[in-house]
C-alpha cells in the first residue's frame, strides 16, 4: 500500500523544478521541511478538503485520507471522476476501483526522444504542489515501477493533437502520435488529480486519479483566444500566463491584437517609431507600452513549447491612429493626429492611394512574417469606416498579395470577405447573426472560418447587467451563452468543413490588469475551448456546468482570478489552502459561494500570484 506522506517538502528550487529534469533517475532524496511547512502543508489539505465538495452520486462516508504512514487500511477514492474533463474528451471509459496513486517514489518514464520534453513539463506542474522528485527516467529502465509513462508512438492513430490516456492501479500511461498528443493528455492527466494540485506549493494530499480510459481528439484545428494588447498594453509576464491558461484548456492559438488607434505594440526595425512614438500611450492616458523584438520571439517560443501558435494581428488599413501619430506622411492628410487614449472606432485609417503605405505594409508585414514561424498574418481589415468600399477593396487585395509574398496565409477579420479570394485564406467572422451571405459567397469561393460571434465569443462583454467592466454592445454573455451554440452549423451557408475552429476574443478597452483578463476569461475560456475541442455529441449544459464547478477550486489553487457566476455550482470553500492564495482577495473570502461575484480582484500582481516559469 503506498504512503502518503503527512507533510509535504519545502518546494523545490525553481530553477531545479523547471525543465526537463537532470537529476539521476531515483535521487528523491529533498531537504528536510521545517515545521512551518508542516503545518502549511496540514493546513493546506484541510483547506482543500473542505474546498473540494464530494463529487455528485459520489457517498460523503469515504474514508479519511490517509494521514500516517504506510498501512493497511483502504485507499480512499478519486475525488476526481474521469469524465470531469473540460473540454470533454471523445472517450472516456471509467474502471471502478482501479485508481493510481501517485506516491513519492514515482518517477516520469519516457519512450520516444520527443516525449522527453512533455516529460519535463508534466514534472514542473506536479511537482510543486506534491514536492515529489519526479525524475524523468528511460521507460526501457525498470525502476522505479509505478509512475506515469510517457509513449510517442508514429504509429498511434490518435491524429495530430489526439492521446490516449489508461489509469490503472499500476500506473499511468499516455500515448500519442505527436508531442502536441502528449501534451494534452497531459493537461488531462493533471485535470484528473485532486484540485490542490495548482497550489504553488506544498499540499499533503492524497494523489489519487481515477481508473480507466479516454481516447481523446479534437473537432476543430483551429481552437483560440485573442488578447487586444493594443488598447491596454500587457507585458510580457502577462502574455505567458494566458498561454499557460489557453494550454489548460487544449486551445492551440494566441491572436494578438497588436496595433490599433490607442497603441502600436510590435519595434518594427525598418518604422522605429511605430513603437517608440506609436506605442507611448493607451486607453485612459496610460504610458502604453511595446514588446522588443525579443520579447516577441519569446512570447512565441513559450507559445510553441505549449502547442500554440502565435497569431499576430497588424490591423489594417483602419484602427491606425497610433501608427499615423508617429509616421504623419500615411495620413490622408499627410498630417500625424495626436495621440488617442479614447475608445471610438472607425476614424482612422492608412492613405489606400499613397505608394508609401504600401512600402510601409510591406515592411511591416515582412518584419512581422520573419519572426512569426507560424503560418498565419492577420491583416484586420474592420471597421474602416471613412476607406471607400472600392478603395478599400484594393487595398486589402494587395496587401493580401503582400502576406502571400512572406509566405504566411492571410487572416483578415470578415469585413476582407467582399475581396477577391487568395489562397487559403481565413475570416474571422465576428457576426451576431447567423445569416451572412457575403461571408457564405466568400467561403464558396475558397475561403474558410474562424468564428468569434460577437454575441456567444466576444468575452470582452459583460456576464450580467452589473459586471464591473466590459462592453454590452453584442448584448451580456453568460456561460450559458458562451457554450450554447455550434461552431459547426452557425452560420448560415457554410458547411462545417469550411469551419477551421473557434476562438475568443477579449478586446481590453476596460480590462487593464492581468486579474482582470482572468476575471472575463474564467470561466467563460473553457466553455469556448469545449466547442472547439469536444464532438459534439458530449454537447450537454448540465453536464459542462457540473464538470466546470471543479475547476472553480483549481483556479483558486493557482491564484487565477475569475467570475463566481450563479450559473455555475462551485463547491464550497473556506479559506484558501496556501498562504500565498491568502493574499489574494479572490473569490475565496467570499462568504456565498453561489452569489454572483462582481468585484473584481485587485491585481494578481507577481508578489502573490506566480508569473509562469519558464517551462511549466
Ligand atoms: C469591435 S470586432 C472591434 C474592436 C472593438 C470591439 C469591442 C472587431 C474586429 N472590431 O475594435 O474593440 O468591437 O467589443
Redesign the pocket.
Known sequence: MPAVPTAAPEPLDPSRAAGVDEREPGHHALPVHEPAAAELARAATRAADDLLAPPSGASDDRPAPPSGAADDRPVPPARVRLGDVVPAPERVTPVPGADFVLTPDAAIRVSGDDARAVAGQLAALLRPATGYPLPVTDATRPEPAGGITLTLAASADHGPEGYRLDVTPDGVRIEAATPAGLFHGVQTLRQLLPATIESPLPVAEHWALPGGSITDRPRFSYRGAML?VA?HFFGVPDVLRVIDHLARYKLNHLHLHLT?DQGWRIAIDSWPRLAEVGGAVEVGGGPGGHYTRDDYRRIVAYAAERHVTVVPEIDLPG?TNAALTAYGELAPDGVAPPPYTGTE?GFSYVDPTNERTYEFVADVLGEIAALTPGPWLHIGG??AFKVRPDAYAAFVERTQRVVAATGKTVVG?HQIAPVAHAEGRVLQW?GTKGEDPVTADAVHRGARLVLSP?NHA?L?MKYAPDTPIG?D?AGMIDVRRAYDWDPGTHVAGVPADAVLGVEA?L?T?SVTSRAEVEFMLFPRLPAIAELGWSPRATHDWAGFRDRLAGHGPRWAAAGMAFHRSPEIPWPAERPTPTKRQAAIPTQADHPTPSAPQTAIPTQTGPEEAPAPGPSA
Do not use: S
Request: charged content about 40%; proline content about 6%.
Open positions: 487586444d488598447r490599433d484602427h472606432v474592420d471597421e477579420w465576428w460577437g466576444y470582452d462592453h454592445w476574443p478586446w478597452e
